[in-house]
């Protein structure tokens, strides 16, 4: 699609013009119990036409992308942007929309395309296989998600971006079953920039077979221990905890209070940027679009802004919040290049793309062994946190029992509640590089209309001190 | 849009070899957004989406594709084509599939439901001048959806709809918030109006200042769009029949242990209000009502005809995820102007907000307290509450403490919006529960 050309044959006035095309192809396979489950893609191909009048953004996005079809849009969103303008919530400038041109695309060994349909259902089948390490485990499946992104994006003030994007998720899980007790071990569901590399067949079934080891484990271990204590938590569990104490507390927009009828408000207000204590002075938090293979590096956000890594959480100080462009023109606050849309038919909004916990200085022995008694927790399976990011309460698949500086005995159903900055300030010892781990996920849900959006957390393992931990029913 | 769709359904199903059986899906919607905040517009927009699927079955084994409509009809038709090309070069790689569902010819339908929406280039007017005066934050969504579904045998479903929804919260200088939702599909202004009027009267009830209420099991009410949230949770490892064969759900107790809810509660899949169309992405058609829990005990579990195929057991022509559809909940004996007596000294919930399995298998479920949320003293609201975190098992509270179902069934509508708008809703009452565990 020529959208250059597309947008130089619109002819309206304004103030502002900008087409984003976005084409995504998700192709996802899945076996379950051996047989296959699901084979399917799904392609979604559009361009959203926005256009800037009398300060306020009108939007028309449209599946038409012949030239009438994108005039007529033009024309539309600039009418719906005028009727609107009479009650705008702020006037916008053509500063909302920063020039910018450029490329990004994912770093890959082996293109989409490159393994056949029917060797991934053969890798997947074999991994699925793997998982069903006895008779204890009553389903197991094996699951993969390759999405092909193209983005472009033109605008009347000379923007022209183009960015190609690889991502592949992929899951493993296996259900195991003694009598009424049941439990459940996954590898996490995690997403990554890569290419077709992933599917390598000995490494999934070595992945596999752990995994359905611990499955049958997590039946005959104990509960997880209730009481006020040390917890450890790998980086598949961080990455939750980041995400939703951390992430959308930050988001511009919702302090702004955009947010206030769908996912909620902040606890954080405009003059806590500087001043807030965030956490203890071990926690530095990056928001890094530059993370070779994370999921949501980028180069350019979807308003056009350059994007670049900036501290947010310097030695435990809020310093900068997870704002676009036009959040940092409302508030006056440092933000960041994250004005983004889940496709071509949604507004771009803040998002939280990369969101890292860098590593400290502690090897995952450091920890273990100076802790007298507490839990460890693999792996996110429940996560609940309040409107305003205060009050949360999560739970992970997998855990073990640290005792006189060892790992001990398997837990499950390991629980933890807290408040976010009393939690963060209990964060007593960060992992070093060897305990990092770089994780992602496609579905972080927010806006109105709703959208939903792929973020990447890494982290190195965390020990916080004084947490309410608990196990099941 | 009918027309396109049998006329690309006509071309596709023309092109099909001997063995070959296809499957097309159709969505489509014409949707206008306007996103409310400070009773200003923040954002507004129009969306005009269209995708088709196709579902191929050759020789024992399936896949599909779906894929955007452009509105041209010749490059759709190509499009098609393609895409079915790709499919027939897939397929032969696939492993068998022994569960594989094939088309059937059941005899076709057609659900046609006409509304009367304000313009596009009337709405903002028609909307902002009422939420003067007040802090509104929202989103406004109107406009017309379809779905249709066709298969290579000649059966043939077709469904639209013109609804709108204006979907708000009003908060107080001191952030206390209430929730409405303006819904339907024939617009009238001066309902509106007084609708939105009711809800700012609302408000006043928040501007007491709140308190804290401390951990610990309280008498409480939940309203019907509280309830509704809770339901909403059984239709994720809850009354799907393969989630429960594979050992994942929060029912599995009640199949496995005979674990049983209280005898007032009673849940349907109901499908008499026509806002969401019977049949599925199979083109199969789920009978109007389905009984799953009576009486408290589990009588039916929502089963596809794959799930059916696997476990050798009767379909009930479920969905692809075997969620409910089209939730009724059975009204009770309590009547509204009660229930604060009945409370005594306890919570009154207006909403619940982010809900999640806590123990899944235990049927535990932990969330927040939201909105119009108060602490009752003697039958008498005292003040509206700091939102508290609850984590209970539902086999407590719609078990043997729940006490009173309420006499009115109200209807919650579906207004979510991740990819393309949403259908139906829930009906449900509000419950009166003996004991309810706050824990944060
Ligand atoms: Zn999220």
Excluded at chain 1, 154 to 175: P, R
Aim: charged content about 20%; aromatic content about 10%; proline content about 3%.
């Amino acid at each position: 699609m020529d959208l250059k050309k597309l947008l130089s044959q619109i002819n309206i006035s304004a103030d502002w013009i900008g087409l984003r095309e976005v084409r995504e192809k998700g192709t996802y396979r899945v076996i379950r119990d051996g047989n296959p489950q699901a084979n399917g893609a799904g392609t979604s191909h559009g361009i959203m036409v926005e256009v800037l009048a009398n300060g306020q953004f009108g939007y028309y996005a449209t599946n038409d992308m012949s030239i009438s079809g994108i005039q007529n849009a033009a024309a539309k969103a600039k009418a719906q942007a005028i009727h609107a303008s009479e009650y705008s919530l702020y006037s916008f400038s053509e500063d909302a929309r920063p020039k910018a041109t450029g490329e990004y695309e994912s770093s890959f060994s082996k293109a989409a395309g490159s393994v056949s349909a029917g060797e991934i259902n053969e890798i997947l089948l074999a991994g699925c296989d793997a998982l069903k390490v006895s008779d204890k485990i009553v389903s197991a499946s094996a699951y993969g998600l390759i999405t092909e992104t193209e983005f472009n994006f033109v605008s009347t003030n000379g923007s022209d971006i183009n960015q190609k994007f690889l991502m592949v998720t992929s899951d493993f899980s296996a259900t195991a079953q003694d009598g009424n007790i049941f439990q459940r071990r996954t590898g996490g569901r995690s997403g990554h920039q890569i290419g077709l590399e992933v599917f390598d067949k000995s490494n999934i079934t070595n992945l596999c077979a752990g995994i359905g080891q611990q499955a049958v484990e997590l039946l005959f271990a104990e509960e997880c221990p209730t009481g006020t204590m040390d917890m450890v938590l790998a980086p598949d569990q961080m990455m939750l905890q980041i995400h939703e104490s951390i992430g959308h507390a930050l988001e511009i927009d919702r302090i702004l209070g955009d947010e206030r009828n769908y996912a909620g408000w902040s606890f954080i207000r405009l003059e806590d940027f500087g001043t807030l204590q965030y956490g203890s002075n071990l926690m530095n938090v990056t928001f890094d679009p530059t993370v070779e293979h994370e999921l949501a590096s980028y180069a350019f956000d979807d308003g056009g802004l350059e994007a670049q890594r900036e501290y947010i959480i310097k030695d435990g100080l809020l310093v900068r919040g997870l704002g676009g462009k036009e959040s940092q023109i409302r508030s006056n606050t440092p933000g960041v290049a994250n004005f983004r849309a889940s496709s071509w038919n949604r507004a771009p909004i803040d998002r939280m793309a990369n969101l890292n916990l860098e590593a400290g200085e502690s090897s995952f022995d450091d920890i273990i062994s100076n802790i007298e008694y507490g839990v460890y927790m693999e792996t996110n399976r429940s996560w609940s946190i309040d409107d305003y990011r205060n009050k949360f309460q999560f739970g992970s698949e997998y855990g073990q029992l640290i005792v006189n500086g060892k790992l001990t005995k398997t837990v499950k159903n390991p629980n933890y509640r807290g408040v976010t900055t009393p939690f963060w300030n209990n964060l007593k010892k960060v992992g070093n590089a060897s305990t990092f781990g770089i994780h992602g996920t496609p579905n972080c849900g927010k806006g109105e209309p709703n959208q939903v959006i792929r973020v990447g957390h890494a982290s190195p393992v965390c020990q916080f001190e004084n947490i309410e931990v608990f196990g099941g029913v | 849009m009918e027309n396109k769709f049998n006329n690309i359904s006509d071309k596709v199903f023309a092109l099909l070899n001997e063995g070959e059986y296809l499957t097309l899906s159709f969505s489509s919607e014409n949707t206008q957004f306007i996103r409310f905040s400070q009773s200003k517009i923040r954002q507004t927009g129009l969306v005009d989406d269209a995708s088709l699927e196709l579902e191929l079955i050759y020789n024992n084994r399936t896949c599909g594709e779906s894929f955007t409509l452009s509105g041209d009809i010749d490059a759709d038709i190509n499009s098609a084509q393609s895409v079915l090309e790709t499919l027939r070069v897939e397929v032969v790689q696939l492993p068998e599939d022994p569960y594989i569902v094939m088309p059937e010819n059941n005899g076709s339908s057609r659900d046609i439901h006409s509304g009367k929406l304000l313009s596009v280039e009337g709405a903002a007017k028609a909307l902002t001048p009422a939420m003067e005066g007040v802090d509104l934050a929202g989103i406004f969504a109107s406009g017309k959806i379809y779905r249709g579904n066709a298969n290579s045998l000649g059966q043939k479903h077709w469904f639209s709809t013109e609804t709108f929804s204006l979907d708000y919260s009003l908060i107080t200088a001191d952030e206390k918030m209430v929730k409405a939702t303006f819904a339907g599909s024939k617009w009238n202004q001066s309902e509106y109006e007084s609708f939105m009027t009711a809800s700012i009267k609302r408000l006043e009830f928040m501007k007491r200042d709140a308190i804290k209420v401390e951990p610990g099991e309280y008498r409480t009410y939940i309203a019907s769009p509280g309830v509704r949230d809770i339901l909403d949770m059984f239709s994720w490892n809850g009354l799907s029949e393969a989630s429960i064969q594979q050992g994942q759900s929060s029912f599995g107790k009640m199949r496995n242990e005979n674990s049983k809810l209280s005898p007032c509660f009673s849940l349907l899949e109901d499908f008499r209000s026509g806002s969401v169309p019977r049949f599925n992405d199979n083109g199969e058609v789920a009978p109007d009502v389905l009984n799953l829990v009576n009486g408290g005990l589990l009588e039916n579990t929502l089963i596809n005809s794959r799930t059916a195929k696997e476990y050798d057991i009767v379909s009930n022509n479920a969905g692809g995820g075997e969620g409910v559809r089209a939730p009724y909940m059975s009204a009770g004996e309590l009547s509204e102007a009660e229930v604060l007596k009945k409370i005594g000294t306890g919570l009154y919930l207006g909403n619940l907000h982010y809900l999640n399995w806590s123990d899944c298998i235990g049927g535990r479920i932990t969330g927040m307290t939201r909105y119009a949320c108060f602490w009752v003293e003697n039958g008498e609201i005292v003040a509206p509450i700091e939102n508290m975190r609850f984590d209970d098992s539902f086999y407590n509270f719609f078990g043997e403490n729940l006490e009173a179902v309420s006499n009115k069934v109200e209807f919650n509508p579906e207004v979510g919006t991740y990819e393309s708008r949403s259908l139906g809703g829930t009906h449900c009452p509000g419950v009166l529960l003996s004991s309810f565990s706050l824990t944060l």
